[in-house]
């Protein structure tokens, strides 16, 4: 069983930027892949960026094309926590942002919920115009 735990949400104007984390209990954390996925009012949850262990201390990133350049997604395993870095924050990326994480598996690609067994409660993140 993994736990996860988010922080970091809260209230910003466009422009502005937030690092959210996930910290992660139960397991080791460096073989679990790890994701954010957000979901706004009224839309269905959307895949925002995952880290996939791939081997080793490898570990592969993906993002979704809305938040490519702007978000960076990165892991500390010693700390069992998984970062959302969001810059240039703008109001369509308002929603509350849920971590995922999978024991490693070598099929997927991380962005699909299915393909997680753990999820957060999710933190808040608004960005006014």
């Known amino acids: 069983q993994v736990q996860l735990e988010e922080s970091g949400g809260g209230l910003v104007q466009a422009g502005a930027s937030l690092r959210l984390s996930c910290a992660a209990f139960?397991?080791?954390?460096?073989?679990?892949?790890m994701g954010w996925f957000r979901q706004a009012p009224g839309k269905e949850r959307e895949f925002v960026a995952a880290?996939?262990?791939?081997?080793?201390?490898?570990?592969?990133?993906s993002y979704a094309d809305s938040v490519k350049g702007r978000f960076t997604i990165f892991r500390d395993n010693a700390k069992n926590t998984v970062y959302l870095q969001m810059n240039s924050l703008k109001p369509e990326d308002t929603a509350v942002y849920s971590c995922?994480?999978?024991?490693?598996?070598?099929?997927?690609?991380?962005?699909?919920?299915?393909?997680?067994?753990?999820w957060g409660q999710g933190t808040q993140v608004t960005v006014s115009s």
């Open positions: 995922a994480a999978a024991p490693a598996r070598p099929s997927g690609t991380g962005y699909y919920t299915e393909e997680y067994d753990y």
């Open positions: 880290t996939r262990w791939i081997g080793g201390n490898s570990y592969s990133k």
């Open positions: 139960g397991r080791t954390f460096g073989y679990y892949h």
